[in-house]
């Protein structure tokens, strides 16, 4: 059976129970005719497929150095995927360098800074620039949508 038939029928056996127990947390649920799966409507597991791996949702700072009075924040894309931290936090007024590391081509993009770089896979790409808007920026790769900096500013 297709994986997204699979996750259709997934779904579709869920919401009869899930609206069952949006009541009160007292109430008791016996089986019906109309929420008794039958065996036709059984989900197996794909076990063909390999697992899948987890993403990073850490929010702990990137890796951060100072050289020369200059915020180095240094970012990792491996096969698509961000292998570095997600968080970077600068004070106001601070020089900042940000260093890429890629081996997927796209292209880096600072938002609110309007800041836009090549990436080039094997490649380490640089943006300089001095935080002078506090707030929090998103620095992404604009081609893949991949987030890899949750760029904060403070005052």
Do not use: W
Not at 59 to 69: E, I, K, R, S
Not at 98 to 125: K, N
């Amino acid at each position: 059976m297709p994986n997204k038939f699979r996750l259709i029928v997934a779904f579709a056996l869920t919401l009869p129970l899930a609206a069952c127990s949006a009541g009160t947390a007292s109430s008791t649920l016996a089986p019906t005719p109309s929420s008794t799966a039958s065996p036709a409507s059984v989900v197996v597991p794909d076990t063909t497929a390999p697992a899948p791996t987890s993403t990073l949702t850490s929010t702990v700072p990137a890796t951060t150095t100072t050289v020369d009075d200059t915020v180095v924040i240094g970012v990792s894309v491996v096969g698509g995927q961000l292998v570095s931290e997600r968080r970077a936090e600068v004070k106001m007024g601070d020089n900042v360098r940000l260093v890429v590391e890629s081996d997927t081509a796209d292209e880096l993009h600072i938002h609110g800074y309007d800041l836009i770089a090549d990436v080039v896979p094997g490649q380490t790409t640089e943006l300089t620039f001095i935080a002078e808007i506090p707030g929090i920026f998103e620095v992404e790769f604009e081609i893949s949508h991949l987030q890899v900096l949750e760029l904060v500013v403070n005052q």
